[in-house]
């Protein structure tokens, strides 16, 4: 059985896309079978592995609004054993139109968990807010991953963020599971870099993931080329980082199954 897990932070720009396309790649390149689901309208998770909407037979869109199915939607991406559940900006339009459903908050969770014993992980992007569709990737996951960059207030808005979940698990999904926390665009040769890396850690402990992502322009780049980085450079120090990421979760998980 799979794994659903949401890359979440209501904080923008802090590493949530970047971890979704390189993560969900770099398991997929060890050799899982993995979707990963744009839940974003910005679309940067679907742009980054060279999916425009033209490209697409149906998004997240079109199945929220029963105008598709999941099956339909699902497209193979660059990487033959990673798929992807695209999304375009018409997502934000399902914002508005979940407040008038009747359990509106456990629509994902009805596409996704049937798909559960077809991937060994499902990672899902979140938009960079605490509305429906976050609540929504929040109730249909069984875990979140929460990236943190490197910089100043990185604890308050993470101590808040955590404060959320435990809302979300007492209200929503009782078996909402904190999977980790990780450190992105790290720059080992900046001061509070690592005062604030060293303050995650002590307050967070081994919730904490051993790898830490280095800032790398390559990261940055890669998308642009509709490209994870992990494809595009896979010794640049930022794939490398992902590469041991992903070896990181499966080792923590194979305990699990
Ligand atoms: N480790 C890194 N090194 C250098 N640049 C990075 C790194 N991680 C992410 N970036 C860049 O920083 C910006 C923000 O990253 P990303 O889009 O992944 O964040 P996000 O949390 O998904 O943002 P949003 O909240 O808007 O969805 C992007 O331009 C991305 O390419
Ligand atoms: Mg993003």
Redesign the pocket.
Known sequence: MGRIIAIS?QK????????ALNLSASLAMAGENILVVDS?P?G?LSSGLGIRKDQMKADLYAVYSGKASVEEAIQQSLISNLHVLPTSMDLFAAEIELLDKADRENTLKGFLRPLKDRYKYILI?C??SFGLLTLNVLVAAEAVIV?VQCEYFAVEGLSLLIKLLWRIRGSFNDTLDLEGILL??FSKHIVLSRQVSDEVRRVFKSKVYDTV?????I??ES?SHGKPAVLYAPNST?AQGYIALAQEIMNDNSLLF
């Open positions: 932070n923008g720009g802090v590493g949530k896309t970047t971890t974003d910005q940067n992007d938009p960079p990236p992105t665009m992502i280095p800032r790398n322009i990261l940055a998308p930022g």
